[in-house]
């Protein structure tokens, strides 16, 4: 069983930069794939990034390559998203998730735990 919850986000002006973070409870969260996703109203939940148990390997999703570095430290428990160059495009609710196998997923499907989201606002 693994408890997620996010922050970081916030409002910010386009260009600029957030760090979000997911912590969580629980033992073995070293172990747990972790990924990032987004929903913007309207929109369905958009896969952002992954990584495997750890952080070796990552995949971001195309809106966000070369933007977004997506990250883990296991003995804080924690997951990071790094943005940057922000657009108005990614404002969005912002969820982490985690699945029990330790590998890279892109599928919604495959994340059993989930945060709570943070909303993130890029303006014009």
């Known amino acids: 069983q693994v408890h997620l919850i996010e922050s970081g986000g916030g409002l910010v002006q386009t260009g600029g930069s957030l760090r979000l973070s997911c912590a969580a409870s629980?033992?073995?969260?070293?172990?747990?794939?972790l990924g990032w996703f987004r929903q913007a109203p309207g929109k369905d939940r958009e896969f952002v990034g992954t990584l495997n148990w750890a952080g070796t390997g990552t995949l971001t999703g195309d809106s966000v390559k070369g933007r977004f570095t997506i990250s883990r430290d296991n003995t804080r428990s924690t997951m990071y998203l790094q943005m940057n160059s922000l657009k108005p495009a990614d404002t969005a609710v912002y969820y982490c998730?985690?699945?029990?196998?330790?590998?890279?997923?892109?599928?919604?499907?495959?994340?059993?735990?989930w945060g709570q989201g943070t909303q993130v606002t890029v303006s014009s």
């Open positions: 998730a985690a699945r029990v196998k330790t590998g890279l997923s892109t599928t919604r499907a495959d994340y059993a735990y």
């Open positions: 629980g033992r073995t969260f070293g172990t747990y794939g």
